[in-house]
Nanobody, 127 residues
């Protein structure tokens, strides 16, 4: 069974930056599956943050993070990244790395579209 292990979370002040990493326990996961990042704030539903598609690696972002966050992958290292700049208190939450089959429906932002989840890493942004 594939495991995804996130790291890089922490506490920063507003305007700061963090880079999250997610290492997969099996090779070719990120080249075979649509992968991405979700986050969940206390009392709120999980929210799709960004995704990257297999193949050419096209990317999509939630409106709330577009222009501030960048998703990328390194297939040779089996690692997915999320570079987060200009962080805001609203970005606070548990961030999860995910991977799932791309059925070509363009629905990347719903949790049930992904069958592989990491354990999460906490990001806290203070004002």
């Amino acid at each position: 069974q594939v495991q995804l292990v996130e790291s890089g979370g922490g506490s920063v002040q507003a305007g700061g930056s963090l880079t999250l990493s997610c290492v997969a326990s099996r090779t070719n996961i990120y080249s075979a599956y649509r992968s991405g990042w979700f986050r969940q704030a206390p009392g709120k539903e999980r929210e799709g943050v960004a995704a990257i598609y297999p193949g050419r690696g096209s990317t999509v972002y939630a409106d709330s993070v577009r222009g501030r966050f960048t998703i990328s992958r390194d297939n040779a290292k089996n690692t997915l990244y999320l570079q987060m700049n200009d962080l805001k208190p609203a970005d606070t939450g548990m961030y999860y790395c995910v991977a799932g089959v791309d059925y070509g429906d363009g629905i990347w932002h719903l949790p049930h579209k992904y069958h592989i989840w990491g354990q999460g890493t906490q990001v806290t942004v203070s004002s």
